[in-house]
């Protein structure tokens, strides 16, 4: 057994005691070959700091294998050490044989850094020594679609899929389908879901496939990858908002409902969940549990205006006035919407507090001015109120405008004239 089998199996077993020593002897009696190999698997069992040593080793022994300087290299820049892991690589000529995976070890630091287009122009450079090398267009592809070149990145992927369903750990079938999404040819998308169907199997891929189906509008579709999504990580939060859509487009409110119930579960900071179950709640007539979900979504985010908003129409529904009222006395003018003035004003005539529904009434008509349901709401409060008449009169006069063929606010009209 050579020493680097030796130290190889004491980390494997966790024994440390020894690995300076073994190190030390491995790299004055092992072959090259087997060092090689040594470098190879500490990398890998992330003890890199072993690892700089053999390599560091080997350099010294065969100053002129360049390809032992790409790997120290790829190291020296993984743990930080910028500055002399460019060193290395930018001191590899082009004639080398490891030029060219210098090249590529420079273009993913400069992509990871943020760099894309330094990275680009090292992948354009390896490109032209090795024109038919997948690896470098999968690295163009996914740079350009980072940058938002999708039309170039598409192109490449399309060729990669030719070859290949895979490459390393990405789906190109994924990348193909969402880089036509990006482009806006969602429809062109649908059909290669459809194709390759089979060949969505990671998790991450049925999520997109589900989304693009949605958008399309095949909601069965959509709701079979969702589903699978689900099966596969319940707590996949982003699937449910989705999958609520999906059921909503079928008014299927038990399923919406179900599907907003099962997603705030997993994340009860989803503001959409709130409201979208509550609304079906509401629909199915479970007062009970649309007024539930809307006041637990309110604890999480009281600024939420759409659940506030669904709360006070629910209570206007449920003749529960006051608490309507009640939803909105720590906010000001300013931060109310036109309906909650409106909301408001129908609380307060039911309760009888003419003077506050007059006001919230007239606080609200700017912006329901030519919203003919208001408009007879605000006609027939003002109609019963003491000198009126001329702001009855103006309202009947928008209103008809607005719904002509009403009889009996025309004869109202009449009556005052």
Same mark, same amino acid.
């Given at each position: 057994?050579?020493?680097?089998?030796?130290?190889?199996?004491a980390?494997?077993?966790? $024994?440390?005691?020894?690995?300076?020593?073994?190190?030390k002897?491995?790299? $004055?009696n092992?072959?090259?070959?087997?060092?090689?190999?040594? %470098?190879?698997?500490?990398?890998?069992?992330?003890?890199?700091?072993?690892?700089?040593?053999?390599?560091?080793?080997?350099?010294?022994?065969?100053?002129?294998?360049?390809?032992?300087?790409?790997?120290? %290299?790829?190291?020296?820049l993984n743990?930080?050490?910028?500055?002399?892991?460019?060193?290395?690589?930018?001191n590899?000529?082009?004639?080398?044989?490891?030029?060219?995976?210098?090249?590529?070890?420079?273009?993913?630091?400069?992509?990871?850094?943020?760099?894309?287009?330094?990275?680009?122009?090292?992948?354009?450079?390896?490109?032209?020594?090795?024109?038919?090398?997948?690896?470098?267009?999968?690295?163009?592809?996914e740079?350009?679609?980072?940058?938002g070149?999708?039309e170039?990145?598409?192109?490449?992927?399309?060729?990669?899929v030719?070859r290949?369903?895979?490459?390393?750990e990405?789906?190109?079938?994924?990348?193909?389908?969402?880089?036509?999404?990006?482009?806006?040819?969602?429809?062109?998308?649908?059909?290669?879901?459809?194709?390759?169907?089979?060949d969505?199997?990671?998790?991450?891929?049925?999520?997109?496939?589900?989304?693009?189906?949605?958008?399309?509008?095949?909601?069965?579709?959509?709701?079979?990858?969702?589903?699978?999504?689900?099966?596969q990580?319940?707590?996949?939060?982003?699937?449910?908002?989705?999958? %609520?859509?999906?059921?909503?487009?079928?008014?299927?409110?038990?399923?919406?409902?179900?599907?907003?119930?099962?997603g705030?579960?997993?994340?009860?900071?989803?503001?959409?969940?709130?409201?979208?179950?509550?609304?079906?709640? %509401?629909?199915m007539?479970?007062?009970?549990?649309?007024?539930?979900?809307?006041k637990?979504?309110?604890?999480?985010?009281?600024d939420?205006?759409?659940?506030l908003?669904?709360?006070?129409?629910?209570?206007?529904?449920?003749?529960?006035?006051?608490?309507?009222?009640?939803?909105?006395? $720590?906010?000001?003018?300013?931060?109310?919407?036109p309906?909650?003035?409106?909301?408001?004003?129908?609380?307060?005539?039911?309760?009888?507090?003419?003077?506050?529904?007059?006001?919230?009434?007239?606080?609200?008509?700017? #912006?329901?001015?030519?919203?003919?349901?208001?408009?007879?709401q605000?006609?027939?409060?003002?109609?019963?109120?003491?000198?009126?008449t #001329?702001?009855?009169?103006?309202?009947?006069?928008?209103?008809?405008?607005?719904?002509?063929?009403?009889?009996?606010?025309?004869?109202?009209?009449?009556?005052?004239?």
């Amino acid at each position: 057994m050579s020493y680097s089998e030796k130290l190889l199996d004491a980390i494997e077993n966790q $024994d440390f005691s020894q690995d300076k020593i073994l190190l030390k002897q491995a790299l $004055d009696n092992d072959e090259p070959e087997v060092l090689a190999s040594l %470098a190879e698997n500490l990398t890998s069992y992330g003890f890199t700091n072993l690892s700089k040593e053999v390599y560091r080793s080997l350099i010294a022994k065969f100053p002129k294998e360049d390809l032992f300087k790409v790997y120290l %290299a790829e190291i020296l820049l993984n743990d930080g050490d910028d500055d002399d892991g460019l060193t290395l690589l930018y001191n590899i000529l082009p004639d080398s044989s490891a030029y060219l995976d210098s090249l590529l070890v420079q273009a993913d630091y400069y992509q990871t850094n943020g760099l894309l287009e330094t990275a680009r122009d090292k992948l354009l450079q390896a490109l032209k020594l090795a024109p038919e090398e997948d690896a470098i267009k999968f690295g163009l592809a996914e740079l350009d679609y980072l940058d938002g070149e999708y039309e170039q990145a598409l192109s490449l992927y399309r060729d990669l899929v030719k070859r290949q369903k895979n490459f390393g750990e990405t789906n190109l079938i994924q990348r193909e389908f969402q880089t036509m999404a990006k482009l806006g040819q969602y429809e062109e998308a649908s059909e290669v879901i459809k194709e390759h169907s089979a060949d969505i199997l990671d998790i991450d891929s049925k999520y997109q496939a589900g989304l693009i189906m949605l958008s399309v509008g095949d909601d069965d579709q959509a709701i079979k990858y969702l589903d699978d999504v689900i099966d596969q990580s319940p707590d996949y939060v982003n699937a449910y908002p989705l999958l %609520a859509q999906a059921y909503l487009h079928k008014h299927d409110n038990e399923q919406v409902l179900r599907s907003a119930q099962a997603g705030l579960a997993y994340n009860e900071l989803d503001e959409t969940l709130y409201s979208m179950g509550a609304k079906a709640a %509401a629909n199915m007539n479970e007062l009970d549990t649309a007024e539930d979900l809307l006041k637990k979504g309110l604890e999480i985010a009281p600024d939420n205006s759409d659940l506030l908003m669904q709360l006070s129409n629910l209570y206007i529904h449920e003749n529960k006035d006051q608490e309507n009222i009640n939803l909105f006395k $720590d906010k000001s003018d300013e931060e109310l919407e036109p309906q909650a003035h409106w909301n408001m004003a129908i609380s307060y005539e039911n309760l009888d507090k003419n003077d506050k529904a007059r006001a919230e009434f007239l606080l609200a008509y700017p #912006d329901f001015q030519k919203n003919p349901e208001f408009l007879k709401q605000m006609i027939r409060f003002f109609n019963v109120e003491p000198n009126s008449t #001329d702001i009855v009169k103006q309202l009947l006069d928008r209103y008809l405008k607005l719904v002509p063929e009403d009889a009996e606010m025309q004869d109202l009209y009449n009556d005052l004239i």
